[in-house]
């Protein structure tokens, strides 16, 4: 079974312009979380979503946004980039997030982004 | 929402010493898992273990839900064990969904 995939596993842009970063989760998994991982902050809960429907989000700005298709893969798009976005961005996928068993996440190799 | 700490924040070992990483979680879970993340920044699954006891070779981990702490022992290390380790948990329930909450992690190096 192939495990969660994230692409490209690395980018660099400049301040201003706009990255988008593509998740592909478990096959069978439906929920998929992304984090933000920074030196400074460590891993930060961006946003989950769940049958295409974003069902929590973390502190972010508005610049920080996402999206599910209905196979389950996702993207994340962050728009008017600073130099504070530099960061590793992860994404994980579980069967389903709630209370019941079956929320066990598994993690993508991420994707190191540089804001230059 | 949840608070993860854990301890210590670093823990320098020979190879062959034995280890205990611990996760201190300041509300019910009823998810916790484990991490170790690699050089190149994967987050490699170790345990989920909301309550109980796990062991996987030389790793074995123990969560006691009612006094809000997880336990991580790594014995006979070897310097492949070096690395990262994380707690993260979460509780399902109200709007927690999805929502992994990480510790600061334990930086675990291993000399030969």
């Known amino acids: 079974k192939a495990g969660v995939t994230q692409t490209p596993r690395y980018l660099i842009k400049t301040r201003g312009q706009q990255v988008t970063l593509s998740c592909s989760p478990i096959?069978?998994?439906?929920?998929v979380s992304w984090y933000q991982q920074t030196p400074g902050q460590g891993l930060q809960f961006l946003f989950e979503?769940?049958?295409?429907?974003?069902?929590n989000k973390g502190n972010f700005p508005g610049r920080f946004s996402g999206r599910q298709f209905s196979n389950s893969r996702s993207e994340m798009n962050v728009s008017t980039l600073e130099l504070g976005d530099s960061a590793l961005y992860l994404c994980?996928?579980?069967?389903?997030?709630?209370?019941?068993?079956?929320?066990?996440?598994?993690f993508g190799a991420g994707t190191r982004l540089s804001v230059l | 929402g949840i608070q993860v700490e854990q301890s210590p924040p670093d823990l320098i070992l020979q190879e062959g010493a034995n280890s205990t990483l611990r996760c201190n979680f300041s509300?019910?879970?009823?998810?916790l898992q484990w991490f170790h993340q690699n050089p190149w920044g994967q987050l490699i699954n170790l345990f989920y273990?909301?309550?109980g006891t796990k062991q996987n070779g030389r790793l074995s981990a123990t969560t006691v839900a009612t006094e809000r702490y997880s336990l991580l022992y790594i014995s006979s290390s070897q310097t492949t064990d070096s690395g990262v380790y994380f707690c993260?948990?979460?509780?399902?329930?109200?709007?927690?969904?999805?929502?992994?909450?990480f510790g600061q992690g334990t930086i675990l190096t291993v000399h030969p």
């Open positions: 994980a996928s579980s069967r389903t997030s709630g209370s019941s068993g079956g929320n066990i996440q598994y």
């Open positions: 096959s069978g998994h439906r929920s």
């Open positions: 979503y769940f049958s295409e429907t974003q069902r």
């Open positions: 509300d019910s879970v009823n998810n």
């Open positions: 273990i909301p309550s």
């Open positions: 993260a948990a979460y509780n399902a329930g109200g709007t927690s969904y999805g929502k992994l909450t």
